[in-house]
């Protein structure tokens, strides 16, 4: 016989936060005033439900007196207050259950492929397999990197430092107000003052090397990490606490290069690549002195080299700068480099990497001349044709070294020349190359470790750009990138012009994959220097297809008023301004760069580009396509204007052909080349071929 229901206020349970509203009342009574129920006995006596996490699936929502066994209302009034109170542990395995409704694993991995993503780890495709243990493991070295980014605390502190040196390895010793630390062939101290007891009065820096018995007191280094260490760092006139993070990084390339062979061998390696990069520089420099210091950065055969270089140690290598800069200059003309001077300036930072293929030093890698002239040219020193005279490793080493080679690890009975490290240098900025480009780099050599899951397409890579770059902009595909940039009318009146840019592929519609290389390894340079004008020559690409959505710095107002609109409100005046609802042409078409929608209409030009990356493994050839319209259609057995152009290694551009304008054609192509050689942007070059056509009208 059934139990009689009580009042609906009684039988029906209050709403809990974890359980979502039922279909219907609860029929069965309040739990814990029903006489049958007796709270010494175990909830899985009460209710079989909730004996095992199966059960519980698919009764994730509501708990009724259909999810029981019986049907009887007793045994809906066996569930104890705990569980409706979500305080029992069946409670809290029903609560742990996500959106997903699946029991988790008790090993430890997610189920079924499903995982969840900690803040910076990578997106991965929706068929792409997980692994748990690599899963795992990445979240790991994810937690510890950012433990370690906050291990220094705020500010300089003697503790900061102290930590900060231990977890890259160093010893530390404390002797009244002076912090020793040592590695092995690193010797560093730091002096702190004894009344302000976190401020650094004092940074030596000493390196062990095998050809003195004495440190070698390292100037310059020592310069950069007190510079590191200061106190407070002023930024735009207001002091902010300095961070420790330039130090640490200093830090860890001490200890990277401290840790491997001993550490001597390794800062002994370095410095010897420096003096040759140095010797290069130098003399072709003297050889070509017509040049300025960007179009010689351009044109090197290895680039301009810098060792501990403020604020970060270490040597450094400048081979590309994107755009005309103007930078300080020292007593003799020369460029005085940074480590931030430019933010087109195109760096590989080269430090030692432990492990396989095995490095064979040279005592130099250059012969006294540095440099070697492949053809005559009969006095053209601009044309004439150089590269580096490297020197064979081999004919430094002893007869040990003759059975060696580059990729083979490194026996025990081989002399001390041969070391089991290898040279790695970091780009920056990354350089985006083609798929089937950088997998060449890997013939001879392993230089690139290609991981699938950081191929992109070069339209993927430029609409990542243009969402970062437009403020507002929460697009995340489109078509064709709006852009709006100065130029001139038919009566050479300032004014915006609109563009529509997409980028095409040459191959019907094949898919542009490229890679972006952040890292490189080589273990002699002329294998570095094989691949500078492979890297010239795309990072020139990129920012010419950079150029399709980058848009202009000022486009809320009108260009022929922007230059004179301080002299047209002076100062100090007293007269009202004269306010207007009518909008002006830059408020009009100041938020189409931000816009989500693809630009269409018939203000906007439209302009279509091909990129062929396949045809021809040395070049990359660009179509540029330009619809003509109004007056300058007028005539023309083609209402289009096209350009075919080619970049080539170390940065060089060739015009194929010109199609849409009545010229002299290879001074026009010339003239092509050296604008976009100078400005890198289609935008500005597209204009001034319009312009060119109207002269012709």
């Not at 006995?41 to 059960?55: C, E, G, I, N």
């Not at 370095?270 to 960007?294: C, H, M, P």
């Not at 002893?398 to 020349?417: C, E, H, I, M, Y």
Request: hydrophobic share 35%.
């Amino acid at each position: 016989m059934a139990t009689p229901t009580r009042s609906q206020a009684v039988s029906t349970p209050k709403p809990q936060p974890h359980l979502s509203t039922p279909n219907r009342l609860m029929a069965s009574p309040r739990p814990g005033t029903s006489g049958n129920s007796n709270p010494n006995r175990p909830l899985a006596y009460k209710s079989p439900a909730v004996k095992t996490p199966a059960s519980l699936q698919g009764h994730t929502h509501h708990i009724s007196a259909s999810s029981q066994p019986s049907s009887t209302p007793a045994a809906a009034g066996a569930i104890h207050d705990d569980l409706l109170a979500l305080n029992s542990p069946a409670a809290a395995l029903m609560a742990s259950l996500g959106p997903t409704g699946m029991t988790p694993l008790g090993s430890g991995p997610d189920g079924l492929g499903i995982t969840t993503s900690l803040q910076g780890t990578s997106v991965r495709g929706a068929g792409t397999p997980v692994n748990p243990e690599a899963e795992r493991l990445h979240r790991a070295h994810l937690v510890a990197d950012i433990l370690k980014s906050r291990v220094a605390g705020r500010g300089v502190t003697r503790e900061g430092v102290e930590r900060i040196a231990q977890l890259q390895g160093f010893t530390t010793l404390w002797d009244d107000e002076n912090l020793t630390i040592a590695g092995n062939a690193v010797d560093l101290e730091v002096i702190f003052d004894a009344a302000d007891r976190d401020r650094v009065t004092d940074v030596s820096l000493n390196l062990n090397t095998s050809d003195s018995e004495e440190p070698q007191p390292q100037i310059r280094g020592s310069e950069i990490l007190k510079d590191n260490l200061k106190p407070l760092n002023m930024v735009l006139g207001s002091p902010q606490w300095m961070s420790l993070d330039t130090f640490e990084s200093n830090l860890q390339y001490l200890s990277q290069l401290d840790h491997i062979e001993g550490g001597a061998p390794c800062f002994e390696a370095v410095t010897g690549l420096y003096d040759a990069f140095q010797k290069i520089w130098n003399v072709e420099r003297q050889k070509f002195s017509g040049r300025t210091t960007r179009q010689h950065l351009r044109r090197t055969a290895v680039g301009r080299p810098s060792l501990d270089r403020k604020p970060i140690l270490g040597l450094a290598l400048d081979y590309w700068c994107a755009k005309e800069d103007l930078q300080e200059k020292t007593a003799d003309g020369e460029v005085e480099p940074s480590a931030n001077a430019s933010p087109h300036l195109y760096t590989a930072r080269i430090a030692c990497e432990p492990g396989s293929p095995s490095t064979v030093l040279a005592k130099q890698w250059v012969s006294e001349s540095a440099i070697t002239q492949d053809v005559d040219t009969d006095g053209d020193i601009e044309a004439a044709k150089v590269r580096p005279d490297w020197q064979d490793p081999v004919d430094n080493a002893t007869g040990a070294d003759q059975d060696v080679t580059a990729d083979s690890d490194k026996p025990a009975t081989l002399s001390s020349t041969v070391l089991d490290m290898h040279f790695v240098c970091h780009l920056l900025s990354e350089v985006y190359l083609p798929l089937n480009v950088a997998a060449h780099l890997n013939v001879d050599l392993t230089m690139v470790e290609l991981k699938h899951e950081l191929t992109v397409t070069y339209q993927t890579a430029l609409q990542k750009h243009f969402n970062t770059t437009q403020a507002g902009s929460a697009s995340t595909s489109q078509e064709r990138w709006p852009r709006t940039l100065p130029a001139l009318d038919e009566d050479h009146t300032p004014q915006w012009r609109r563009h529509s840019y997409a980028l095409h592929s040459a191959q019907h519609a094949a898919a542009l994959w490229c890679y972006p290389v952040k890292q490189l390894k080589f273990t002699h340079p002329r294998q570095l220097a094989a691949v500078i004008p492979i890297l010239r020559q795309y990072a020139l690409l990129w920012s010419i297809l950079r150029s399709l959505v980058d848009g202009v710095t000022e486009h809320n107002s009108d260009p022929a008023t922007s230059g004179r609109k301080a002299q047209s409100a002076p100062e100090g005046t007293s007269r009202p301004l004269k306010r207007s609802n009518t909008k002006t042409l830059g408020s009009q078409i100041g938020g189409l760069p931000n816009s989500n929608a693809i630009v269409t209409g018939a203000d906007v030009l439209p302009v279509d580009l091909t990129l062929d990356i396949i045809s021809d493994i040395s070049r990359a050839r660009l179509d540029v396509i330009v619809p003509l319209r109004g007056s300058l259609a007028k005539g023309r057995q083609s209402p289009f204007l096209s350009v075919s152009l080619e970049v080539c290694p170390d940065g060089k551009v060739e015009v194929k052909h010109v199609r849409g304008i009545h010229a002299d054609n290879s001074n026009l192509r010339s003239k092509i080349a050296r604008i976009l050689t100078i400005t890198e942007d289609i935008g500005l070059l597209i204009e001034w071929l319009l312009e060119k056509s109207r002269a012709e009208l």
